[in-house]
């Protein structure tokens, strides 16, 4: 199984009386090749389970909130029903990175509608080829309304 798991990258905040910076000084973004957003209408769409082998992602609530769960896959082609769940609240309240190490699927649900995610990688749209695998949102996990 993969050598490196899920963390939280912590950030910082400064305020005075020009107001209020957000920072992430410790977010190494040199393997960083590409970005992008999505965008949680209402807190009933579920976006599970996609996984990655190669591909490695980091995740910044910048608005709203989110549940992410994450699972490290022992075998891509019949996984194992019992594999834990690593489970985090992101919220854009709090300056957070959650890094997503390759070899595992992540799934999330916002808690707030219209919450925004941004996503990052370490490899560029298209750059892997069958990188991508999915498994039925429910294998792991039932979401509720938490």
Not at 27 to 52: C, M, P
Not at 86 to 98: G, I, M, N, P, W
Not at 122 to 128: A, G, L, P, S, T
Request: glycine share 6%; net charge negative; aromatic share 16%.
């Amino acid at each position: 199984m993969n050598k490196l798991l899920p963390k939280i990258i912590l950030g910082g905040k400064y305020t005075d009386e020009r107001g209020q910076l957000e920072f992430f000084n410790d977010f190494d973004l040199s393997e960083i090749k590409r970005v992008y957003f999505t965008t949680q209408f209402n807190t009933d769409v579920i976006r599970a389970w996609q996984g990655h082998t190669t591909e490695s992602r980091w995740f910044i609530c910048v608005k709203g909130s989110f549940l992410v769960k994450l699972i490290e896959i022992d075998n891509w082609t019949n996984p194992s029903d019992d594999l834990d769940v690593f489970e985090y609240e992101l919220s854009a309240k709090k300056q957070e990175v959650l890094y997503i190490p390759n070899g595992f699927v992540n799934g999330f649900k916002a808690k707030e509608d219209n919450s925004k995610l941004m996503i990052m990688s370490n490899y560029r749209f298209n750059e892997i080829e069958n990188d991508q695998v999915r498994f039925d949102q429910n294998k792991w996990t039932k979401w509720g309304n938490k």
